[in-house]
C-alpha cells in the first residue's frame, strides 16, 4: 500500500504539471486568432495534422472487429485497471500515524509507533534469554488502542509456549495500562558456529 | 499581566506553552521535547516555544499538546504526571483558569543516556 500511495502521487504530481504547461500554453495561444500564438499555430506546433494522417488508418482498423481491436480493448481494460489502482492508493486512508492510548477530559495521551515499539522491545528484551527481532504496532482508525505484532527470538532450550507466555507478561505494563492486543511470535535462535 | 523575562508583556498562549516545557523538561521522564512536527510549536510576538502547540479551545481556554521524547517509563504514568505539573505550573502563575486539556504525544523513547 505504501508504494502504491508513492505511485499515485509521482504519477499525480506529473500529470498535473503535464496538465497545467498544456493549459498555460493553450491559454497562451487562444489570445490570437491567427498567425502565430493562436490555436491553429499550436496544433501545426504539434504536429497534429500529421498525426491525424498518420494514425487514420490504425483508426479505422480499430473501428473492424479482428485482432487490432482485441488488443486494443485489453490495453484499454488495463488502463483502467491501472486507474483503479490509483485511485485506491490516493483515496485509501492513511492508518495512523498516533496510537491514541488514552482519552479523558484532562486530555489524551498518544504514542507514535516508534515511540511505543521501542518501549515494547525494551520490555521483551529484559526477559532472560528473549530478544525482541521486529515490533510492528498498528492504531485503530477509531478509537483507542492497537494490535502490537512482535517477533522475537529465543534460545533452543526454551519452549517456543514459554517464550510466548513470558513476552506476553512483559509487555503486560503495556498491554494493561492500554488497549494494546500483543501477538507474539517467536522462534528458536539460530546456533553460532 | 504576564510578562516575560524581559519585562515584556506576552499572551496568554504564549505563557502556557512557555510554562508547560518547563514543567516537562523538569521532569525526569522526560529526556527532551519534540519540535519535528511542524505543529509542535506556539508562536507569538516573535517568540517560539518549541515542542508545545497551544490552541484556543471552546470556552476561552487553551488546550496543550506536549510531545515528548520520554526515557523508558511507564507511559501511563508518564501522562498523568504531566498533566499535574503543567496544571500546577499554571495555577502558580494564575494561568490555571486558562488552562484547558493537557494532551501528551510521546514521540520516542531514548534510553537513560538520551539527553535533553
Known amino acids: 500500500m505504501v508504494g502504491l500511495r508513492a ?29 502565430t500564438l493562436s490555436l491553429p499555430w499550436l496544433a501545426d506546433q504539434l504536429q497534429l495534422p500529421a498525426a491525424r494522417e498518420e494514425v487514420r488508418d490504425f483508426l479505422h482498423t480499430l473501428e473492424t472487429p479482428g485482432p487490432i481491436a482485441l488488443g486494443a480493448a485489453a490495453a484499454g481494460l488495463a488502463a483502467m485497471a491501472a486507474g ?6 490516493a483515496l485509501w486512508p492513511r492508518r495512523q500515524r498516533l496510537a491514541v492510548l488514552e482519552r479523558g477530559e484532562s486530555g489524551t495521551l498518544g504514542a507514535t509507533r516508534r515511540a ?39 534460545p533452543e532450550t526454551l519452549p517456543g509456549d514459554e517464550a510466548k507466555r513470558r513476552a506476553g507478561r512483559a509487555l503486560e505494563p503495556l498491554s494493561t495500562s492500554f488497549a494494546l492486543r500483543p501477538h507474539v511470535r517467536t522462534r528458536a535462535a539460530s546456533r553460532v558456529m | 499581566m504576564i510578562v516575560g523575562p524581559g519585562k515584556v508583556p506576552v499572551s496568554e498562549r504564549l505563557a502556557l506553552a512557555r ?13 527532551s521535547l519534540d519540535p519535528r512536527p511542524s505543529s509542535a510549536a506556539t508562536t507569538s510576538g516573535g517568540e517560539r516555544v518549541e515542542g508545545v502547540a497551544s490552541l ?7 488546550e496543550l499538546t506536549l510531545y515528548v521524547i520520554a526515557r523508558p517509563v511507564s507511559l501511563h504514568r508518564l501522562g498523568e504526571q504531566l498533566r499535574q505539573r503543567v496544571r500546577r505550573s499554571a495555577e502558580a502563575h494564575g494561568l490555571g483558569e ?15 543516556e538520551g539527553g535533553r
Open chain 1, 7 to 35: 505511485l499515485s502521487r509521482l504519477v499525480t504530481f506529473v500529470l498535473l504539471a503535464a496538465l497545467a504547461l498544456a493549459g498555460a500554453a493553450v491559454a497562451v495561444c487562444s489570445l490570437g486568432s491567427e498567425g
Open chain 2, 56 to 62: 484556543a479551545a471552546p470556552g476561552g481556554a487553551y
Open chain 2, 19 to 31: 510554562l508547560a516545557r518547563e514543567a516537562a523538561l523538569d521532569s525526569h521522564e522526560v529526556a
Open chain 2, 98 to 112: 486558562e488552562l484547558g486539556a493537557v494532551n501528551v504525544v510521546v514521540t520516542d523513547v531514548v534510553g537513560e
Open chain 1, 84 to 89: 483503479v489502482l490509483l485511485l485506491i492508493g
Open chain 1, 116 to 154: 511505543l515499539s521501542r518501549a515494547a522491545a525494551s520490555l521483551v528484551d529484559g526477559v532472560h534469554g528473549i530478544s525482541a527481532r521486529r515490533v510492528r504496532l498498528r492504531p485503530r482508525r477509531r478509537g483507542v488502542g492497537a494490535r502490537l505484532d512482535l517477533r522475537a527470538t529465543r
